[in-house]
């Protein structure tokens, strides 16, 4: 009978249990530091759009020309016809491509209207950023203007 090996396990066990222990310990006391760019608390929009989206529409790789982890999901004045875009493919239910995680029914929902919000509060609070969308010619131009017979 070999000997040797219930000997060397019990030490390979402890050696694992230890590299565990001090692992957590790490982890433990080094709690996640939001990076800058983060440092507001995240919306659930913004969650959803960087657990879904910003895999591709980053900064970098820009599929469809398109980087939502730079636009600001809360403030969407500031890319108004990124999150016009957007909130189509959302309604849609065309992004992400096939294939792709995506999210639930009531997440797409609530994404959608919770969007949908913001860019006609935004539109509201500045209708001369819609005679600039106009401009564009555009086929998803203010689709929530439309819904809502809004003449702006
Ligand atoms: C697996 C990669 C991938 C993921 C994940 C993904 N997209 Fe895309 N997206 C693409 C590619 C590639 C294109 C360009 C080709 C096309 O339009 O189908 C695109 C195009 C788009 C466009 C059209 C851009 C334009 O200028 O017309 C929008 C809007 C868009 N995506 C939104 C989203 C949103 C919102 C999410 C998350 C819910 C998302 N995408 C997730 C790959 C992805």
Redesign the pocket.
Same mark, same amino acid.
């Given at each position: 009978m070999d000997l040797r090996m219930p000997a060397r396990l019990p030490s390979a066990l402890a050696a694992g249990l230890a590299m565990l222990w001090l692992g957590g310990a790490y982890l433990n006391a080094r709690p996640q530091q939001p990076s800058a760019a983060l440092s507001s608390p995240v919306s659930p929009d913004r969650a959803?759009?960087n657990q879904?989206?910003?895999?591709?529409?980053n900064d970098r790789t820009k599929? @469809? @020309?398109?980087a939502?982890d730079t636009a600001d999901i809360e403030r969407v004045t500031a890319s108004e016809e990124?999150w016009e875009?957007?909130l189509?493919?959302?309604r849609m239910r065309?992004?992400?491509?096939p @294939?792709?995680?995506?999210?639930d029914e009531r997440a797409y929902d609530g994404?959608v209207s919770s969007l949908e919000a913001k860019l006609d509060r935004a539109a509201k609070a500045n209708p001369e950023i819609c005679s600039t969308c106009r401009s564009t010619s555009t086929t998803?131009f203010r689709p929530t203007m439309r819904a809502t017979g809004s003449t702006t």
């Open positions: 959803l759009v879904y989206c910003i895999r591709c529409h599929a @469809g @020309g398109l939502l990124v875009k957007a189509v493919k959302l065309a992004m992400p491509p @294939g792709a995680a995506r999210p994404l998803y």
